[in-house]
């Protein structure tokens, strides 16, 4: 869970070659926002940044047809449209779920492809100039989440000129069985999430967003962040009773093949077992318990989340006609989700979506209750940097804050392994670097190589 390697992420930007011929719409000044496109009329609401500007939100906008029936484990069908004024002021439905607090019970409905659109309120209709869009794709193992107004919110991003779209996709088994043949193809998530980006090409200059400027943005990714979990369950247990720990070192073996998705390897992951226990773990018998937790925690981030991100950035360099940004954030506020499982003395660096807090308020409302506290000084510093390296990114292509103060400049990732650290613990710092923790990733590319001569599955479960 934490870790001093921090999140990283990538922008990836999307830049989709359709055009749709669409007259221009307009969003009316008033305090019910309508907006009137192929679908139908739509009447929006108003919210409020923490700029105190004055937003539209749109709700709950239908992009597909609700995939029931027949069109359960199918592809997406594009929405149809509706008579009248259609209410967009509530979010809509969730995809099917377990409830994020209890984990046992079941929320959610399966009529739920909607999307949200936020746009800055536009009382001058003659000014027609579209602003860069940003679509987020929220993140939750594939399992959970969905485009809830009040975390996946404008508050802080519509301080800048974009518009914000979110979008609901199916989770689950209802977004993700395969069969493996025709008969369920699977990848029902993605392809709804395909579906959305559409609905955007076609729709999206009626809310004054620009189809040729959509940035796809979003957090985690399915297997990582499974990982992650596990990671962060095992810190727990580890703090709390120690006979876990020894029993976890006596079943190192047969355990760590679990934790990693390494059964699946054709030895059952022995191979790598063996590979990381002498690399992270070069003496396990004399390294005293701290030792352990902190290789245990490097072993576990490098394998699950950092490589395969640093690998996947090796390969879009390679073929990618975009540039690609990178980015480690150690920045540890107020809000780091590391407080809520940890010694509050101890300093375990951040973790895993730390960084979303800057760009989304309340992303887990469930910490900020917990830990009871409001942010700093720093902390609101922060948030205007990323929202301002975020927004301008979806604006020009380049990310760019006031904050770089003229004196940096973050480049394209290059042969030269940079990448833009972004704060220092809890010091609001910009800081370009190289060489992006090159021994540990030469590991990690050496073993994956070595075993792909084996004929080994891929190394992401
Ligand atoms: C739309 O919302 C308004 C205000 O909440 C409500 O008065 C109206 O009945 C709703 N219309 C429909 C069609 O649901
Ligand atoms: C039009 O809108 C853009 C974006 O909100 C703004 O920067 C620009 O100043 C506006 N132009 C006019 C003439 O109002
Ligand atoms: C912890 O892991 C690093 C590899 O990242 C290794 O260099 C170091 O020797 C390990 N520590 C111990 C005590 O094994
Ligand atoms: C664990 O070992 C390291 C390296 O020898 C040492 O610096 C540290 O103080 C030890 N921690 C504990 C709790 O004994
Ligand atoms: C950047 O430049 C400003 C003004 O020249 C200076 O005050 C500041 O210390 C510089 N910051 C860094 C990190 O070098």
């Known amino acids: 869970m934490a870790s001093y390697s921090g999140a990283e992420c990538l922008f990836l930007p999307l830049l989709l070659s359709i055009f749709f011929s669409a007259s221009f719409g307009y969003l009316d000044g008033t305090t019910e926002p309508e907006v009137t496109f192929s679908q139908g009329n739509l009447r929006g609401k108003i919210m409020t940044t923490t700029h105190g500007r004055?937003?539209?939100?749109?709700?709950?906008?239908?992009?597909?047809?609700?995939?029931?029936?027949?069109?359960?484990?199918?592809?997406?069908?594009?929405?149809?449209?509706?008579?009248?004024?259609?209410?967009?002021?509530?979010?809509?439905?969730?995809?099917?779920?377990?409830?994020?607090?209890?984990?046992?019970?079941?929320?959610?409905?399966?009529?739920?492809?909607?999307?949200?659109?936020?746009?800055?309120?536009?009382?001058?209709?003659?000014n027609s100039s579209l602003l860069p869009v940003m679509a987020y794709v929220f993140g939750g193992r594939f399992l959970t989440g969905s485009t809830k107004s009040s975390v996946y919110s404008p508050a802080y991003l519509l301080n800048q000129d974009v518009v914000l779209v979110t979008f609901n996709y199916r989770l689950g088994v209802l977004g993700f069985l395969s069969t493996g043949d025709e008969v369920a193809s699977g990848n029902w998530g993605l392809k709804d999430q395909v579906l959305a980006l559409e609905w955007v090409q076609r729709n999206i200059r009626h809310f004054h967003g620009d189809p040729d400027r959509v940035t796809l943005f979003g957090h985690s990714s399915g297997s990582a962040c499974v990982h992650l979990l596990t990671l962060s369950k095992l810190t727990i247990v580890f703090y709390e009773k120690e006979e876990w720990f020894d029993d976890f070192l006596e079943n190192f073996d047969y355990l760590l093949p679990i934790i990693m998705y390494w059964s699946y390897l054709p030895d059952s992951g022995a191979a790598w077992v063996k590979a990381a226990k002498s690399y992270y773990f070069n003496n396990i018998e004399t390294m005293n318990r701290?030792?352990?937790?902190?290789?245990?925690?490097?072993?576990?981030?490098?394998?699950?989340?950092?490589?395969?991100?640093?690998?996947?950035?090796?390969?879009?360099?390679?073929?990618?006609?975009?540039?690609?940004?990178?980015?480690?954030?150690?920045?540890?506020?107020?809000?780091?989700?590391?407080?809520?499982?940890?010694?509050?003395?101890?300093?375990?660096?951040?973790?895993?979506?730390?960084?979303?807090?800057?760009?989304?308020?309340?992303?887990?409302?469930?910490?900020?209750?917990?830990?009871?506290?409001?942010?700093?000084?720093?902390?609101?510093?922060?948030?205007?940097?990323?929202?301002?390296?975020?927004?301008?990114?979806?604006?020009?292509?380049?990310?760019?804050?006031?904050?770089?103060?003229?004196?940096?400049?973050?480049?394209?990732?290059?042969?030269?392994?940079?990448?833009?650290?972004?704060?220092?613990?809890?010091?609001?710092?910009?800081?370009?670097?190289?060489?992006?923790?090159?021994?540990?990733?030469?590991?990690?590319?050496?073993?994956?190589?070595?075993?792909?001569?084996?004929?080994?599955?891929?190394?992401?479960?």
């Open 290 to 461: 701290s030792e352990l937790l902190t290789n245990l925690t490097l072993l576990i981030g490098d394998a699950t989340f950092t490589y395969p991100m640093y690998s996947s950035l090796l390969y879009q360099h390679a073929v990618a006609v975009n540039p690609q940004y990178f980015y480690a954030f150690r920045y540890r506020g107020t809000w780091s989700n590391t407080y809520l499982y940890s010694n509050p003395l101890t300093d375990y660096g951040v973790a895993h979506a730390d960084d979303l807090g800057y760009i989304f308020p309340h992303v887990d409302y469930n910490i900020i209750l917990a830990l009871n506290k409001t942010p700093n000084e720093k902390d609101l510093q922060m948030r205007e940097v990323m929202v301002q390296l975020w927004t301008s990114f979806a604006n020009h292509g380049k990310p760019s804050t006031l904050f770089f103060r003229g004196n940096t400049t973050w480049e394209p990732y290059s042969k030269k392994d940079n990448y833009l650290q972004i704060g220092d613990r809890s010091e609001i710092t910009l800081e370009v670097k190289h060489s992006f923790s090159t021994e540990r990733m030469q590991f990690w590319a050496n073993l994956e190589r070595s075993t792909a001569e084996a004929e080994t599955i891929g190394f992401i479960p």
């Open 54 to 126: 004055k937003v539209s939100a749109f709700l709950g906008i239908p992009y597909a047809q609700p995939p029931v029936g027949n069109k359960r484990f199918a592809n997406p069908v594009p929405a149809g449209g509706w008579k009248g004024i259609r209410n967009a002021t509530a979010d809509g439905n969730m995809c099917p779920q377990l409830s994020n607090i209890d984990y046992v019970s079941f929320v959610g409905d399966e009529d739920c492809l909607n999307l949200n659109v936020y746009t800055p309120q536009i009382s001058n209709r003659k």
